[in-house]
T-cell receptor, first 114, second 113 residues
């Protein structure tokens, strides 16, 4: 079983600001660590994922920072836009016999004000 | 490709009724799973399957049954609905070895009265 702690639960950011969402996990995992984005009334969709042997991955305005020794990773949204308003979930892969499972954080509701 | 499809989109049940939530994918993915989403609780895994004929329990399996007779379909059965099963249900699929990239369906919003 993998415990995943995501914070904050909600976040309000001004347009153009930086949004930061954090995720911590307990058990060592070896697969990619993804972030998912969910808009109201829709299913979650993969936003960005990072390999466990890399400390940072950037895709456009979205960056994952990964600290393997601390078992923490975070999502940074630069120049936040109203269209980024959504719920974000971190996920941690399992290992061993349940390889393939993802354990999700409880989500962060991001609101970006224009 | 339609991706992952779910039916129905909305459903209201009375306590004790049974029903099946349908899920289908056309991406030939081996791995399929069912999650429920409740406010403040994130996505919790109910059941999952790593291929046709193979299923296993997730975190919250009680009150639900699944089967996987084909690669494409993975229905979720509620045996005797309870108000605690009021939730939004998502089906997801992924290819083996790329389970960090799960493709989610649009969800089914279920209310049990």
């Amino acid at each position: 079983q993998q415990q995943v702690k995501q914070s904050p639960q909600s976040l309000i950011v001004q347009k153009g600001g930086i949004s930061i969402i954090n995720c911590a996990y307990e058990n060592t995992a070896f697969d990619y660590f993804p972030w998912y984005q969910q808009f109201p009334g829709k299913g979650p969709a993969l936003l960005i994922a990072i390999r466990p042997d890399v400390s940072e991955k950037k895709e456009g305005r979205f960056t994952i920072s990964f600290n393997k020794s601390a078992k923490q990773f975070s999502l940074h949204i630069m120049d936040s836009q109203p269209g980024d308003s959504a719920t974000y979930f971190c996920a941690v892969p399992s290992k061993g016999s349940t390889l393939g499972r993802l354990y999700f954080g409880r989500g962060t509701q991001l609101t970006v004000w224009p | 490709n339609a991706g992952v499809t779910q039916t129905p989109k909305f459903q209201v049940l009375k306590t004790g009724q049974s029903m099946t939530l349908q899920c289908a994918q056309d991406m030939n993915h081996e791995y399929m799973s069912w999650y429920r989403q409740d406010p403040g609780m994130g996505l919790r895994l109910i059941h999952y399957s790593v291929g046709a004929g193979i299923t296993d329990q997730g975190e919250v399996p009680n009150g639900y049954n699944v089967s996987r007779s084909t690669t494409e379909d993975f229905p979720l059965r509620l045996l005797s609905a309870a108000p605690s099963q009021t939730s939004v249900y998502f089906c997801a699929s992924s290819s083996t070895g790329r389970n960090n990239e799960q493709f989610f369906g649009p969800g089914t919003r279920l209310t049990v009265l």
